[in-house]
């Protein structure tokens, strides 16, 4: 007997995903993952430090729902349409399994996240995309003409940074039969948020994570906004307590104390515009980006983008190359760091190209 | 559009699996869902406090390298042929990802834990049992003779709490076309373990927790031990970061200070003893337990399980009942608590005894 008789066809031939680098004790600069450049404010260590006791013996809440209500009070939205994931990778899990049988489509645009293709084949589904059009709007008849029971849309989309209007999410959920998913993974440094739509839109869930404005990566929380029958749903795939005690309280305490968060937001913003000019005045093609991060065209007919990584790498900056995608080949890019962080990112890009 | 054209047959048909009940403030005794009476080592905490930074800001390592590194050391194994879990149910769930097709089947010796079938249904299998004999042993050739492509052997088992001879598991992985999944949630209770036998058989799996033993059900820690190559297909199942970065502190510390437990776990297996002999003396029929629980008959013509459960329930000490089982149904399960508690849960048996 060998391994090929055991496991899955489809798990078999995957590749797998490949996580962002987490480099182990050496000192670069982390422009890769697009975590926050910030600590969580003091409130949620102090909340986390003061759960560090011997009831780390017992359970946690098996649906989260200190987490559920908190969320709750901040985004004025009933408890029981909310979902706790350990991450929203969790949740985009939990969501494929909910609706997703084998051979069944689901769609995206194109680029997107890269998740959504490996958490498809994983499920047996089919993973199928259409680019965005150039306008940076949703191409909503090719992805409804697929007959997907999945549509995801990442706003503001990963690696690009675009924010496609809310009426173009709209459109798509009154115009296919499967359900939408508006990954909002970035949805705290955009211009607005597509909660509002959950009160008239059925087929519509909504994904978050504390990884990135959060600050709280290390805790893996995600939350899913939808209506209460797909909550109920969604509740059986859930792995039983699927939240530890911790980031449950991490949860609550950043949930509680997101004031905190907004000034953190904010410089973040700032930092990304302005760097965005910065590289653009310096030969770069970089668009406007409602992330955390900007994806910037390399000046041409200099280094490539690989080539950017590596020298990067040297000086110190880690950022992020996607090398298998045509579409990204001369494209880098970078999470938006704290002003002292962008101020030597762009003196490494100066003496890069001085250099060269 | 209902939600019926949405979610999944096999998932709108579920019930979904209940965890037991976690009392939230109310002052009873949990003894309910055998967790650790006693609270983490010392250490434990200490290094749980000072994991709590800002840098838990960015990514957790995905692996848990450090947790399979600690675990290598303490059972004497390679890292690569360990697979770390949001706790073991998560092991449970990427097992079941990386085997099971539509359609193909899961089998398991009946009675066992409850959460298998939920799992399997979710992911489209077809769960079936056969009886334990009535020595205890596996009922080998009718397993193998539903050709599943995993075989799940709880050991000890829940909710008897007995544990299989280890020559059983030796003659069904030898006799399975499958894999077999030794699931020592309760295996620091036993009298031995497993672990030896990966050595020499491919399609073994061995999971453990940290929610039993390790008294840390509130962190959601498991431990998947398997052939590297089968680990190698369990990561690409693996959620990217599936351990949130104090999870994996907290098991590297328990890991390394695994002398800390050994009293605890000591002084379990001893009441757990000292309270079967007093129990039967009583009129409960209660088999040898390996586990940190009992699975106790209740003594005849007077009050049922569920009427136990709701008395003793009443005077304090929460236990759990099985009712929908036909072979459970006169059983109710203790988990085993501390001597102080376990006197006072055998003076509300003796006064439910004699009120009765």
Request: proline share 8%.
């Amino acid at each position: 007997m060998t391994i090929r008789q055991w496991v899955r066809p489809n798990v078999l031939q995957m590749a797998g995903y490949t996580p962002g680098e987490q480099p182990q004790g050496k000192p670069v600069v982390k422009l890769n993952t697009n975590e926050n450049p910030f600590p969580p404010p003091q409130p949620v260590l102090d909340a986390l430090k003061a759960a560090v006791d011997g009831k780390l013996r017992l359970y946690p809440e098996p649906s989260a729902r200190p987490v559920r209500q908190a969320a709750g009070m901040l985004y004025g939205i009933d408890p029981d349409q909310v979902v706790a994931g350990n991450g929203s990778d969790d949740l985009l899990t939990m969501i494929l399994r909910t609706f997703v049988d084998p051979g069944e489509v689901v769609a995206a645009p194109d680029p997107t996240y890269t998740l959504y293709d490996p958490l498809t084949t994983l499920q047996g589904g089919q993973f199928h995309t259409v680019p965005w059009k150039a306008d940076n709007t949703i191409p909503v008849s090719a992805l409804v003409a697929l007959n997907p029971k999945v549509i995801f849309i990442t706003r503001p989309n990963a690696p690009t940074g675009h924010a496609t209007p809310l009426s173009e999410v709209v459109r798509l959920c009154k115009s296919t039969k499967g359900v939408v998913v508006l990954d909002e993974a970035y949805g705290d440094f955009a211009n607005n948020s597509g909660l509002p739509l959950l009160a008239n839109h059925d087929n519509l869930i909504i994904t978050r994570t504390f990884s990135k404005s959060g600050a709280l990566a290390g805790m893996r929380i995600g939350l899913g906004f939808m209506s209460r029958d797909i909550a109920l749903q969604m509740h059986k795939v859930r792995d039983s307590y699927n939240l530890d005690k911790l980031a449950q309280v991490a949860a609550v305490a950043a949930l509680e104390n997101w004031d905190a968060y907004e000034p953190l937001i904010q410089a973040i913003r700032q930092q990304r515009n302005h760097l965005r000019n910065q590289l653009n005045r310096r030969g770069f093609q970089v668009p406007e980006s409602q992330a955390n991060f900007l994806l910037a065209q390399v000046p041409q007919g200099r280094r490539s983008g690989k080539e950017w990584l590596d020298d990067l790498k040297s000086a110190g900056y880690l950022i992020r190359y996607f090398g298998a995608d045509p579409r990204l080949t001369d494209k880098i890019r970078i999470t938006i760091g704290t002003e002292a962080e962008m101020t030597g990112f762009l003196q490494a890009v100066d003496k890069l190209l001085t250099d060269n």
